[in-house]
Every structure is written in structure tokens, then in C-alpha cells.
């Protein structure tokens, strides 16, 4: 499935790269009828002004990703930095990100957008500081939900008898513990970021002059692609490809899953062995009680 | 034996062709007076929630707003862009002669949705709360252009008008775009702005529900002046998705929309069960607005250039589709009465010539002119939630670019694009024109200083002019001059004219009537006496011209009768012979 | 499960102290970013063609209404002490007060809301515990991608594309509004009514919602089941069923639980845009046009409203942690 994950996202990466290659046209060139149907010359037909649907697929699928894959990094880390150390210090520091990240859960998202592409500009930029500064609280609060059972485990709490600091534990047991919901939630964030680009360019959020794939169907929905035939062509395309970067972000995620927590296995229960001989049952204090 | 059933056999024969009289004489007769059809309820879906409808209640576009109040309030005049002004609720009005002073009969028997009568009084309150209160759509019309010195009660039906300058137009223009106010409701309000209360008017329809930002209910006055109106109820649901609003159209859960049907969806929807479209002559334009004081717009020959550099043709061909017309420098709506044609000169190379003259030339060879050593960069703000002013600024934008002027779109919230547009903090901004902006001049030159910001000596001298004439005719003469003039100087880049297509449900209503000004959602599509107070066709009457088909039916009918006729005299005649040659035929 | 002490009570009490402060902090943003942004109500309150031509008198006067003519420290005062009283302010647009606006709405918000999270949390969590307890095989494999695939569709995308295929082609359901405009039967057939329209906008949004929590409720069992615990219990001769439901599913809720409670306080926001599509009356699209007319009360107001409903989850979700999991009690003991 990782496999499947890393290719549907690589063919993008390559075609977001070699876009003006690739595309069969210069989409912000009007080089059809406005609404042509598919043809020869245009597979997915035109837009309303005439630009060739496929080429301007191809071209959004730069921002589409960068938007995504920054933001996402940005968000995971921040959220899972915060996450570990408020529930594994507990006490003040855990209360005060807590509450921090309450509050930003507290703003509505979509208002606050409004009023900050009102108030920055509707630019690119902005779009990706603002998605990726308010996406973190939600990974933030749900790792440090499993911290807080992590932390009370057996050789956690071994560790710390045996005189470890709080940032060895962190780091060297805590961390690979939480990783397959860190890595849940770097593609639920990639999913979201990604959704929220798509959402905020068909409400007229973004800029409506760069190429995304939310522009796209914004184009479309404000023309009446739904109501015609157009939507075969003009809407389903930009929406698969949408659903199709997030689904491998998934598939991804969830091959990464399985690779650091080998427990994961999507193999028969432990009665067999795991297919990885290397890695023994670790003792615990706590079956011993 | 034979001639036994014979005999017999010639009664079931009559009693057919008798039978097959009485049902073709009793089949109801068609065509006639189509405007005489009572329809129970009506569905029209709305795009935007436009408050409670009063004169106070504006909200901004998209939505019609002074059409609904329409429904529920009266003039005193039809409506402001007729050729001769229609009698409402004044039946006359005369001007003395320097049309400074206005007498005004109004009808008499007239009553309020709340019972009250109608009187002189609340036309002078209505007029003096205008001119004296918070501004609205309407106010300028006794506040500023003209204004209104005092509105006052001569008895129970008559007005008398005194404006501060020749007024020739009141009856024209004024009269009829005020909706006229209850005093004994309104004497107690404060604050217009926060009245929530459901409005009482003298129109044709009562407002009996409004859920904000879901729906309205109107239920017809039975009581109406003119005789209770075509539909009994109708239910405005407000739908602001426009591919929602057209598929409910096309699925019959509404009867018609308010909103303009986008020129990408006129084929198929046209060809949808029982939809048809109409034009609707409502006053649309896009124009753009400069700002004068932000160099290099303020130079006269810059703006001149600009206006020459823009293919409007284009614009309708790739943006409308074709449904529309190219902009006009002229200002007011090739469709107003007001309208003196110009032809806007499309004509890059002498824009160029202009620039090249003006010292604004491209002197690095980079493709971009340069103005006083910085190369012109113009930025230019649009909505962003209207596609079509984002698709037509991008065009603009390529055509400017070939004369060596850069454009550079920029796409705001409507609050912020607003909220800019009023600090004048722009340097062009894409304008949608209310129909009454270019519908007569009235707005027009009011807006001209606070919307435009438009100075030049000659419109000065034009718009002392236009002020003192004492006439229709002497108005129009200077509102033409003026228009000539805006060739050389324009106030705004007038880009193009939108139709104004309607569709609606034949089978649900087919009464509607265009009206110019203010498309086919308003009061007079109602009114069974409008079509023809108004001189304008329903639908309903240009698709199938009546007189022809009452004359086929009774041709049909003649024939018919006439026929049964002939089948009946001629099975008489046979029976007859038949049995007069008795047995004879018997024996084969 | 033994009754919390009375050092737990402080505890509790503390936690509600923190959430105070949280709401605090919450409101006064709530009042501060509307501000942020340029335009004020009167741009929206009369006619782009009049505003130049407003005295400076009329517009105090018209600013007066809503009390927006004082300076920014004094409305805040206001705002707040207003807030204790229940009077949230007049609306610029409306003229009608705040408090009423939001009640006239939030019903309508609760059902498609409630009725999402709920349907999303039943299905998305269960599948997600189902999966996990049947590690391995092909069900799980097409149960994870069919998940997946519906998580990652754009919101609009499928309520639009619904809408044009069981409003437009099938012409089965109503295409907008939550109830028919007037007078249906009322009783039954105006809940049935209500139930064609709430339909589609309740689907659209539970299909968005049900995959992330698939996820979470998933990996958090398939992470306690891999735990020696589980591995204990079976040994000692439990069945499969019993080992899953009673042991495993108890301590993997906790981040089902705090995902809900995450869901809760964000959906009404991400409801926006399926309320836009389906014209439905909820709180998401008051909120985004009162942005756009910067109707400073409403949207303090609503953000209040949404403040208070995101803290009263996250604090339910944080008084049930330790009776879900035991082992994460005691907190201050180190």
C-alpha cells in the first residue's frame, strides 16, 4: 500500500516539476472557444476563458503541493514538539500549552481566514502561514492524549527509575511510541491542509489569479459547470486529483506506520512469528507484578 | 325486419352526433384575456436576504432590493424611466412656470395594509423624512438632486412641491422612484436603520413573513387600488448558490429566479421542460472607476488612452459569451432615455499615439511604458466573489498590456473591496452600476462627485446648466452635451452592458412583463391593468397572439358543428331512402 | 471505579479555572480580530453611490446605533459586561439583537452538526475499532482504502456533486433551505419535509467527517493491542471478543474521545461551506457573511457561542480521561 502511496504521489511531484513540459499547452494562454468540449487538441476541454483544463491541472498541481507539503511539516512538527512535552511534563507547562492550544482551537478557522486575507491580502504566502499556524493545535492536543497513557508505561517508567532525563525519555521512548499517531496525523494534516487550500480558493479566498486546484473548481462552480456537462470535465478531474494527492499521503502514512512499530503488522495475530525475526518481545516490570 | 332495425339503428346514430355536439360546444374556449388568469401561489427564488424590506433596509449587491419594496410600497408616479410620467397614487401634477413649484392631485380612496387612509400628509411627511434623515437609495432624490425645500399638504389630495432649484423632471423621475411612507408608523422612528418591524405600505402586496436569511411570504391586497393582483401568495425562498438557484429551477421547485441567468447557462436551460428565458431590460453595466488623484490617471490624455486601448467587444465575445453590449462613453444605459450614442473608438495605435504624445513612452525598449521614470504599474481591485470581473480584469489586463501599460488584478473580500472603494484607496476599481445610476441622470450627476470624483471645467459649466433648465427638453439637451464631452474626458471606463436574461416556469405563470430599469421581478408582472398602462407585452402574449388562436378555435368549432350537421342530415336522407325501398336490398 | 477524593474536586475546580481564563482570552480575541480587518458596518449600511455624500453628523449617528462611535476600550468594557448581563449587542445588518439571531440558528446547526459527529463517530470509529480487531485481511484492506478515499474527498466537491445527482437528475430531494417555504402540514410531515432537506447536507458531512475518525479510532486500538497486557489476558483464557471490548477498546478511547471532542469544536466552522452549498440556515454561514459585513456583534456573538461550546467539550473530554483510563489519574503525585 506504501508503495502504491509513494508512486500516485511521486507521478505528481514529477508532473508539478515538469509541468511545462508535460502540459500541451501554456495555460494562461486562451487557446480554445470559452466551454469547448474535449478534443484532440484538449483532452479535458476549456475553461470559461478558453485555457486548456489539462494544462492548468497540471500547472496547479505546484501550488496544490507546496501549499500541502509545507504547511504540513510545519504543523506536524510544531504539534508534535508541543504535544510531547505538555503530556509528558505535565504540571504547569502542559496546562499552559494546553490552554494555548485550547484557545486557538476556540477560533473558528474559516472566519479567521476571511479576516486575515482581508486584512494580509489574499496571497499565497499568507495562505500557507495562516493554514499552517492554526493546524498544529489539533495533532498538538491528540498526541499529547497518548502521551499522557505512554508515559505511565512500563519502561517508561523503568527509565526514569534508572535516572534518565526528561529528554532522553522524550526523545528515545516516548517519541517512538507516539510515532505511528504522529505519522496519522502528518497525513490527517496533509489531508486537511491540502482540503482547507481547496475550500478557501472556491469560496474566493485565495488568489484567484494563481493556478490550484481549488481555483479550478472555483471557476467551475461560479460558471455553472455543475448544472452542465462540463462537470465530467471540468469538475471531476481537478476533484480526483485532490482526492488522489491526500489518498496517498494516506497510503504513505500508513506504510509508515507499519514500518516503525513492526507490532503493527498487518499480519496474522502474534501467535506466529512477525516476519521480522530481529526484534525481540521486550521484558516488562509489569507483567512480573 | 330490416327496415325494423333500421329504424332502430338511426337513433343510436343521432344520439352519437348529438352527443358529439354538446361536448365540442361545452370544451372551454381558449385564448382571450390570458392576463385575467388567477394564479394561487407563486415560487421565485431570491439570491440575497434584503432585510425587512423597508426604504432603509439595504444590504449590498448581489440581490434586488427597490423591486420587492416595490411590491409593498406605491409611488406616486409608475416608475422613473418612462417617456411620460404614468399615474400611481397622484393621478396629475402640474409645475408652474420655471418648474420650481409642483401641484400634485392624488387618488383618492387609497388605504393603507393596515386599514389607515391614505392622504396628502403622508406624502409631505415622506418627503420632508428624506430629505431630513439618514441617507438610502432613495433620499438623494429630495435631498440633494433635486432638493426638496418643503412637500406640503394643501388638502386630503393635493401637494404642493417647492424645490430650491427648476425641478422640471419631478413628475418625470422624483415622484415616481420615492415609495411613499406611512406617517402615523413612521412619525415614531428614530432610527429607520433599526426598524424591524414588518413593513405596512399601500402596494399591491403585504409582506406576511420574513424568516432572515430564508425566505419571504408576500399575500396580495386584496384592497389594492387597481383591483387585487394576479397572484394570491408568493414565497420568495432565499438561495444564494447560483447552481442550487437553477436547478431548482429546472426541477420545478421554484417557478423563476431574481437572478440574471449566466450567459453559460442560457442554451441549456432554455431547453429545459416548461423553462423559458426573456430579457428583462434591467440596467446593467461593469465599469471601472478611476482614481484621478493618483498619478498618472490624474492626466486627462492618460485616461483618454486608456479608454482607447480596451477591446469591450472582446470582453462580451470571451467573457458574456456575446450577451451583451459594448461599453459607451456616454455613461447612461444605451436602453435610457437619456442615452446620447457614442461610439467608444477602440483603437490601440492611437492610444499609443496619445501616451507617445503625452511623454509617456517605453524609453528602455522592455515593452512597458515609463512615467516619470518609474514604469506604469496600475493596480486594479475586484470583487472576489464575482468571477466574471476577475475574468475581465485578466483581459483587460493582456489588452493594457499591448499598449505598454501594466495592469496588475488584485481580488478583495466584498467588505474590504467596499471599504477601499470609499477611502478612494485604489487606483481602479471594477464598479457594478445599480440601474438607476445609469438609468437617468439624477444619481448620475450626484454621483459624479462622490462616487467618480469627477472634476473638469467645461462638465462644470454643463452641470450649472442642467440645473437651471426649467424643462424636460431643455434637461435632456444638456445631459446629451454632457455626454459628448465625456468622450474626451471620461469619468470611468464604462466596459459593457450585460443582458439581463430571466427564465421562468410557463406552465406556473407566464404574466410577466419587462419593464426597463428593473427586469420582470416587480409589481407590474402582477398587475392584470399594468401591460397596458405600460404599453409593454406580457410573455404570455408575444409567444402565442391570441386574437389568431380565438379565430382558429371558432373556425374549429364551426366546422365541427357543421360537419355533425351534414352527418346527421345525410343519415336521415339514407334511412330514409333505404327503408323507402323497402325489402329489396333484403334479398342477396 | 473508586469516587473522586477531594483532592480530585480541587483539581476539577482548578481545571474549570484554567478553562475560565481560557474563555477569557478566547472572548477578547473574539472581539479583537473582527476589528483587525479594514471596512467598517457603515460600508455596508447604505449604497456605495451615497457613502461620499454621508455628513460627518449622520455618521455618528448611524455609528451610535451599535454603539461602534466610542472609543475601542470602552466597547470592550461593554462587550464584556454585556456578555455577563446575556446581551450580546444589536446586529449591524439586522437591527435585531444578537441573542436572538444565534438561538433562531442554532438549532438548525445542532441536528446537521450533532447529527454528523454522531453518525461519523458510530460509523468511522466503529469501522476504525473493527479493522483494527481484525488485523489482516482483504475487508480490511478495502474498508481502510474506502475510508481513506472518502476523507480525502473535497467537502464541496461531494455536496455539490450530490446535489446535482439527487436533486438535479433524480430529481429526488429538494435542492436547498431546511424547511419548505410555508405551510406544510405541520406535526409529521413538517419533520419529513425537514428530513428530505436535512439529508444531503447530513450526508456530505458525515462522509467528511467519518474517515479521520476511522483513523484514530484504528490506529489507537491497534496500538493496544499490541500491548503485553492484551497478550496477559488472552493467555489467561479470555476470548477474543471479550479481550477487544472489555480491555482493548476501554483504553484506546481516549484518543477517539479527544478526536470527538476536537470534531466538536471545529465542525461548525468547516460546516461553512456544505451550509453555503445547501442554502442551510446554521451558525457557519451567519458567521461567514457577518465577516464579510463586518457585523462586529454577531460575529462576537457567534465566536462566544462557539468559544464556549469548543471549551465545554475539551473539558468534558478532560474530566472523562481519567475514568476512562485509570492510569492517568493522579497527576500531581510526581
Redesign the interface.
Known sequence: MGRVGAAILLLFVVAAIFAPILAPHDPALRTAQPFAAPSFAHPLGANDVGQDILSELIFASRLSLTVGFVTTCLATILGAAVGIVGGYLRGAVDAVLMRGVDVILSLPFLPLMIVLAAFLGQNTTNLILVIGLLIWARPARLIRSQVLSVRESGHVQAARAMGATHGYIMFRHVLPRVTPLVAAQFVRTANVSIMLEASLAFLGLSDPFQKSWGAILFYANARSAFLADAWLWWVLPPGLCIAAVVVSFAFLGYALEERVDPRLRSSTPASEPSGDPGTPMPVREDTLR | MVRGALERSWRPVLVFVLGLLIVVVSSPTAGGAQQSQQVE?L?I?TEADK?NLTPYS???PPGIHSELVGLVYDTLFLHPYTEEPISWLATEASANADATVWTVTLRDGVTWHDGEEFTAEDVAFTYDYYRDG????Y??HAS?VPVVESAEALDATTVEFTCEQPCPTLDLVTLADLPILPQHIWEDVE?P????DLPVGTGPYRLA?YV????Y?FEANEDYFLGPPAVG?I??????????????L??G?VDTATRPV?P??QE?LGEARDVELVEGKRFASIFYRFNAESPPLDQQEFRRALDMAVDRQALVD??L?GNGRAGSPSFMHPDSRWFEPQDAAFDPEQAGAILDEAGITDSDGDGSREYEGEPVSLSIIVS??D?LQ??TA??VAQQLGEVGIELV????????L?????ALDFELSS?QG?PH?IGDPT?MI??L???LVYSNPEYEGLREEWFQSTSVEQQGETMRGIQRLFVEDPPALTLYYPDTTYAYNSSAYDGWIPVEGHGIHHKWSFIPEAPELLGIETVAQRTAPPEEETGGRTILYALVVAGAVVLLVLAIFLLRRRSARGSDEDQI | MPRPSGAAWRRGGGRVAQYALVLLVAVSLNFAIPRLAPGTPIDYLVPSEQVATITPEQRERVLAQFGLEKPLLEQYRLYLTGILRGDLGISAQQGRPVVDMLLERLPWTLVLVGGAITLATVIGGGAGFLSAARRGGRTEAWGLALFMFLDSMPPFWIGLLLLVFFSGYLDLLPVFGALPTSGAAGGFGLTLEFAQRLVLPLATLTMVRAGWLFLVARSSLAGELSEDYILMAEAKGLSRRQVVLGHGIRNALLPLVTAVAVEVGTVVGGATVVETVFSYPGLGRLIYESVLSRDYAVLQGAFLLLAVGVILANLLADLLYPIIDPRVRAETAR
Open positions: 401561489r415560487t427564488a432585510g439595504f444590504r449590498p439618514p441617507p438610502n437609495r433620499t438623494h440633494e432610527d436603520q433599526t426598524y424591524t413573513e432572515e436569511d430564508q425566505s411570504l401568495e414565497e420568495m425562498p432565499i438561495v444564494p448558490d447560483p447552481s442550487s438557484m437553477f436547478l431548482a429546472q426541477n421547485q449566466p453559460e447557462l441549456s470571451t467573457v459569451l472576489a466573489n468571477p476577475i475574468r485578466e483581459l488584478p488584485e481580488s478583495l473580500d466584498p467588505g474590504t467596499s471599504q477601499r472603494q470609499n464598479f445599480v445610476l444619481q450626484e454621483s462627485e462622490s462616487l
